[in-house]
T-cell receptor
Framework: DAGVTQSPTHLIKTRGQHVTLRCSPI?????VSWYQQVLGQGPQFIFQ???????GRGNFPDRFSARQFPNYSSELNVNALLLGDSALYLC???????????FGQGTRLTVV | GESVGLHLPTLSVQEGDNSIINCAYS??????FIWYKQESGKGPQFIID?????DKRQGQRVTVLLNKTVKHLSLQIAATQPGDSAVYFC??????????FGAGTQVVVTP
């Protein structure tokens, strides 16, 4: 069975640009969470979606937004990119949110 | 705000020895803790978890200890192998699944 898949794996963007990151959860999982992991630090929670509804939001500016589609895949959007947005963006899926979370390999975003 | 943090940034262990990774948490209301392993270029991988009503839980070669009195969590890896080289995170999970991670400990296994 396929695990959590994220695309693209690597991405380079310029300051001020917009980026969209994509995540496909494990088949049957209805919850998707997004985390930002800056180099040398632990992942920081950004969003959780369950059944297409936002369940929780971390301490991130409004430039960060996300959505979940009817097939439970998800997109994370970041507007007006800053150098400090450079990080590994991780997606995790779980059956119902509070169950065990399975992480994808992440998207490495570099903002120059 | 509340946070979960680690004592040691890097731990060097000889192959075959036991490893102990420590973690301090500050939220005394925390109910559920998880240890994750993250290898280079990969996402975090679940190792073992423990609820606040337990003091100890054992898995395959791993043991997690929870001391609620001093708000301390540890992960013990028995007979450390080269494949155990990775960054290890403790994390607190809330009732709806939000994970709050610590900074991580790099474990380096030497031959």
């Amino acid at each position: 069975d396929a695990g959590v898949t994220q695309s693209p794996t690597h991405l380079i963007k310029t300051r001020g640009q917009h980026v969209t990151l994509r995540c496909s959860p494990i088949s049957g999982h209805k919850s998707v969470s997004w985390y930002q992991q800056v180099l040398g630090q632990g992942p920081q929670f950004i969003f959780q979606y369950y059944e297409k509804e936002e369940r929780g939001r971390g301490n991130f500016p409004d430039r960060f937004s996300a959505r979940q589609f009817p097939n439970y895949s998800s997109e994370l959007n970041v507007n007006a990119l800053l150098l400090g947005d450079s990080a590994l963006y991780l997606c995790a899926s779980s059956s119902q949110g509070a169950d065990e979370a399975f992480f994808g390999q992440g998207t490495r975003l570099t903002v120059v | 705000g509340e946070s979960v943090g680690l004592h040691l940034p890097t731990l060097s262990v000889q192959e075959g020895d036991n490893s102990i990774i420590n973690c301090a948490y500050s939220n005394s209301a925390s109910d559920y803790f998880i240890w994750y392993k993250q290898e280079s270029g990969k996402g975090p991988q679940f190792i073992i978890d423990i609820r606040s009503n337990m003091d100890k839980r054992q898995g395959q070669r791993v043991t997690v200890l929870l001391n609620k009195t001093v708000k301390h969590l540890s992960l013990q890896i028995a007979a450390t192998q080269p494949g155990d080289s990775a960054v290890y995170f403790c994390a607190e999970k809330n009732s709806w699944g939000k994970l709050q991670f610590g900074a991580g400990t790099q474990v380096v296994v030497t031959p």
